[in-house]
Nanobody, 115 residues
């Protein structure tokens, strides 16, 4: 099994920046994907960004150019650098890990962007 712990969520003003971290522990397969999803109040959970173990990235259109996902495979940690934050970025941000036959979610971290 894999256990994920997110951190870094906070209240920030519009235009500000935050860096989220997600540390994975347990049985980590060398080939895996990790990513960040978000869920705003009253809305479905949606993709923000993903990254493969080889470093290939994918971003939702809403965050392209503002968010950067990265990972440190030695630390089994994935990061989400969020710049130029907007009120519409307010959501609970969830980390996800998945490999060939297993997936896991973190507990989520709240990001609130005030206008």
């Amino acid at each position: 099994q894999v256990h994920l712990v997110e951190s870094g969520g906070s209240l920030v003003q519009a235009g500000g920046s935050l860096r989220l971290s997600c540390a994975a522990s347990g049985t980590i397969f060398s080939i895996n994907d990790m990513g960040w999803y978000r869920q705003a109040p009253g809305k479905q959970r949606e993709l923000a960004a993903t990254i493969t173990s080889g470093g290939s990235t994918n971003y939702a259109d809403a965050v392209k150019g503002r968010f950067t996902i990265s990972r440190d495979n030695a630390k089994n940690t994935v990061y989400l650098q969020m710049n130029s934050l907007k009120p519409e970025d307010t959501a609970v941000y969830y980390c996800k890990y998945w490999s060939a036959d297993f997936s896991a979610w973190g507990q989520g971290t709240q990001v609130t962007v005030s206008s």
